[in-house]
């Protein structure tokens, strides 16, 4: 009696499981970017082959087309050598004469990036040259008083760029590394005199700093 309640029972619960089983999804198959794409220009060439010009997204599309099958430049590609497709695709694109006045390379071509010292550097006038003795006076001061005479003020005095008192720097000799450990020193002792200056919350944000420095 109980083994016929099950089996009366079983198929039910057969058609319970697989109405509970999801139904197979269709995978979705993804566009080719030449076909759907509307900035694409196709072309048929005499050999069959199709050739496909679609700018990158970056660069907003030609507002002229290339001509299909230009003649002027059939004599430049058959002296490059290049046969088959690939002479008609050079055929194509060798003419100059039938691309737009203003090309795309040059619509989209962004500006060359220089700091405002570098154009500073170039408008102004070209530095005078030193004698020797204006370089033995110029590295005498240097040693002198550092903390006075900076790259900066020298170049006023005598007319130069800050890079060339940094490469004459101090001179030769004991005496001018001495004088360069003793503005270094003078330099870390003003910075530590600085960071005693500072409040706690400048304090944790250096220490954080120094330690994210640590992880790289």
């Known amino acids: 009696m109980f083994r016929r309640a099950i089996n009366a029972s079983a198929p039910a619960y057969k058609a319970q499981a697989s109405a509970a089983q999801p139904a197979a999804t269709v995978l979705r198959r993804a566009r080719d970017p030449l076909l ?3 900035t694409a220009q196709h072309y048929t060439l005499e050999s069959g082959h199709s050739f496909i010009v679609r700018p990158p997204p970056s660069v907003i599309p030609a507002t002229h087309s290339l001509p299909p099958q230009p003649s002027a430049s059939t004599s430049s590609s058959s002296s490059s050598g290049l046969s088959g497709p690939f002479a008609q695709i050079s055929a194509l694109t060798a003419d100059q004469s039938l691309l737009p006045s203003d ?20 408008t102004a006038t070209p530095t005078a040259e030193l004698s020797p003795d204006q370089v033995a006076q110029l590295q005498a001061l240097r040693r002198s008083d550092p903390v006075r005479w900076t790259r900066s003020a020298l170049a006023r005095e005598f007319g ?37 200056k500072q409040g706690w919350k400048r304090t944790i944000a250096r220490e954080e700093r120094r330690r994210r420095r640590s992880m790289w």
């Open 103 to 122: 090309s795309i390379e040059n619509q989209h071509r962004l500006p060359s990036i220089r700091s405002s010292s570098l154009r500073r550097a170039s």
């Open 36 to 38: 759907s794409s509307r």
């Open 160 to 196: 130069v760029a800050q890079h060339v008192v940094g490469m004459l720097g101090y001179g030769q000799g004991p005496e001018a590394r001495a004088v360069e450990r003793t503005r270094r020193r003078v330099v870390e002792q003003d910075r530590l005199a600085d960071k005693a």
